[in-house]
């Protein structure tokens, strides 16, 4: 009997909607025996989220989303079975949330120059005191009638070329990886085919990912066609990488993604659970236990 695993997610911690515990309960609910809580550049949730795992029976992966610049361009690297007292890895993301900050700082006034006013103030009300993103302000710009869905509010203010899009300055490829690894976590490129690379690029940041030594990659996500699924399980076979797979769950109100309802990892490819670091002991037939 195989183990379900679902490792990406999000909570309250950062731009997800349900707190950590209720994400826990719910992954439980959805038949999930290993979940990863990986939220953007914070191990906040984490906490709240161990304890509640254990009463209902879920392994759970400490995990994080670091957001990254690399040639200009924003990737995502999940960090998998990181310590969160690890200082690099703590020091390292808390940069990361000053320059949150100070970017939806930015984000408000651009938008107030556009004769949006209250755009922060709302936003920060989505985040319930927590790091403001970009999902805070697309919630906010729907509630406000501006736009039909979090999806258009992205397309028509938050992307480049429109009126509140303020470029990232993340961590750098080498130095994310490294906070991940010397936290003792493997290293993985969140949802590849998002980036849209052309197969030289991804073959350049894939090449840079593995010289800092990142590990895996996300074949199987929420955010992925089949089409993409398979041409991403070839390119982690063909460069070597370990395969991981994650929902990207954010929330109930995004009836397409669910915890857990993943397609399977494509054949051929070594899944990221068997590295000789996992932090899942697993006996088949057995209860998951954390290591
Ligand atoms: P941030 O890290 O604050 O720049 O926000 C990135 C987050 O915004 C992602 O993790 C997604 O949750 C969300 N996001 C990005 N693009 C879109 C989009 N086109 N539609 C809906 N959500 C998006
Ligand atoms: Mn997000
Ligand atoms: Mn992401
Ligand atoms: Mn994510």
């Known amino acids: 009997m195989s183990l379900r695993h679902d490792l990406h997610s999000h909570s309250t911690a950062s731009d997800g909607t349900l707190a950590p515990a209720e994400l826990v309960r719910r992954a439980a609910a959805a038949g999930v025996d290993v979940l990863a809580l990986t939220d953007h550049d914070t191990l906040d949730g984490l906490a709240e989220a161990a ?62 120059r556009r004769g949006i006013e209250g755009a922060l103030e709302g936003a920060r009300a989505h985040a319930g005191g927590r790091i403001v993103g970009r999902t805070h302000f697309a919630r906010f710009l729907v ?75 996300e074949v199987v996500s929420g955010s992925h066609s089949r089409d993409q699924t398979l041409h991403m399980a070839a390119v982690a076979r063909s460069s070597g990488l370990l ?22 990892l ?3 490819c070594t899944p990221v659970w068997q590295h000789p670091d996992w932090p899942v002991q697993m006996t088949v037939g057995a209860e998951p236990t954390p290591a």
């Open 243 to 264: 395969a991981s797979c994650g929902s990207d769950y954010h929330g109930p109100e995004n009836p397409w993604i669910e915890l857990g309802r993943l397609r399977a």
């Open 51 to 112: 304890p509640a795992a254990a009463s209902v029976g879920v392994a759970l992966v400490p995990g994080v989303e670091v957001s990254v610049s690399w040639r200009g361009l924003t990737v995502h690297v999940l960090g998998l079975g990181v310590d969160p007292a690890h200082r690099p890895l703590a020091e390292g993301l808390q940069g990361l949330s000053e320059y949150r900050e100070w970017r939806a700082g930015e984000i408000g006034r651009r938008l107030a």
């Open 143 to 217: 509630d406000s009638g501006r736009a039909a869905s979090v999806g258009e509010v992205f397309k028509r203010y938050l992307v480049k070329g429109r009126p509140g899009y303020v470029r990232g300055e993340w961590a750098a490829l080498e130095d994310a990886v490294g906070w991940i690894r010397g936290a003792g976590g493997i290293a993985v490129i969140a949802h590849p085919a998002r980036y849209r690379l052309t197969r030289s690029k991804l073959g350049h940041l894939l090449h840079d990912f593995r010289a800092a030594g990142g590990e895996g990659l």
């Open 266 to 268: 494509p054949n051929g």
